[in-house]
């Protein structure tokens, strides 16, 4: 989605005339759910179907430091929890959000599960899957060792006892915004999922100083142990969300990652 952007010294305002009318909205709770937990997110100053105004940030350069509290303060957002896998966000009168979800600018179910294996096969790798494939970014004997793995991944084989994390859901670079005061979150697909899925989507594309900000997140939370042996298992839902619309590479990461969950 491309967006007519526009605003002043103090604010960054995205207007989108063709937006679903949930678009802004979802993000809007999104950030406010995250920031619930004392996680630095970007301000909203006003939203509407067509258009959304926030504080502008200053960039500044990733350091250690800031990277460290970070990952402290991502941390406890995750143990903010959340309603179930999939779940969406609370509006701030404690309600779920009712509308449509969004990763980017394609629609995200917020369907509920009980496990988390079931509620990542279902809801956030299949139902890009067959987009990637039209695309054709995904061969089919390629998009046939995705729904295998997706087998496993449904049937429990990697749920771990868990309980739903509060996530911001598309964690990478670009949505870690690096400002003097440290680490302020932007364009959330805020849900309940693993907290791994975070990790692992900041670990994709090469988030600064990744191994500070998990001496911090460590800190608060440690992760569980072979953590960095399920990065794969974690990064096929931005994989093949990637693959459904933004070239063939991320198709074949997709597969290879798929590839790694078989041998498991």
């Known amino acids: 989605m491309s967006f007519d952007v526009s605003g002043s010294t103090d604010t960054f305002v995205k207007r989108d005339t063709r937006a679903h009318p949930d678009f802004f909205e979802a993000e809007a709770t999104g950030l406010a759910w995250l920031g619930e937990t004392g996680v630095p997110v970007v301000g909203v100053l006003d939203r509407g179907p067509t258009f959304i105004e926030l504080e502008r940030l200053t960039a500044a350069c990733p350091t250690e430091i800031a990277a460290r509290r970070f990952g402290r303060a991502l941390a406890r957002m995750h143990d903010g929890g959340a309603a ?6 609370n509006r701030p009168d404690g309600t779920p959000f009712p509308g449509q979800l969004f ?6 179910t917020n ?11 279902a809801e956030r790798v299949l139902p890009f899957l067959r987009i990637a494939v039209d695309a054709g970014n995904v061969t089919q004997s390629e998009a046939a060792t995705v729904e295998a793995a997706c087998e ?3 049937d429990g084989e990697f749920d771990d006892g868990e309980p739903p994390s509060r996530i911001h859901g598309d964690l990478w670079n670009g949505n870690v ?5 440290g680490v302020v979150l932007i364009d959330p697909a805020a849900h309940g999922g693993h907290r791994e899925t975070d990790l692992a989507m900041a670990a994709l594309f090469g988030c600064p100083h990744l191994d500070a900000m998990v001496d911090g997140y460590e800190s608060v939370h440690p992760l569980r142990t072979g953590w960095r042996d399920r990065t794969a298992l974690h990064q096929l839902h931005p994989l093949v969300v990637h693959a459904a619309g933004h070239g063939r590479s991320y198709g074949t990461a997709l597969h290879s990652a798929a590839l790694s969950i078989l041998a498991t």
Do not use: K, L, Q
């Not at 179930?84 to 966000?89: K, L």
């Not at 915004?177 to 005061?181: G, I, P, R, V, Y």
């Open 111 to 121: 369907t509920v599960h009980a496990t988390w294996g079931s509620f990542y096969a």
């Open 103 to 108: 990763i980017g600018s394609r629609p995200m």
């Open 177 to 181: 915004f690096w400002t003097d005061a």
């Open 152 to 154: 496993r991944v449904a």
């Open 84 to 89: 179930g896998f999939g779940a969406p966000p």
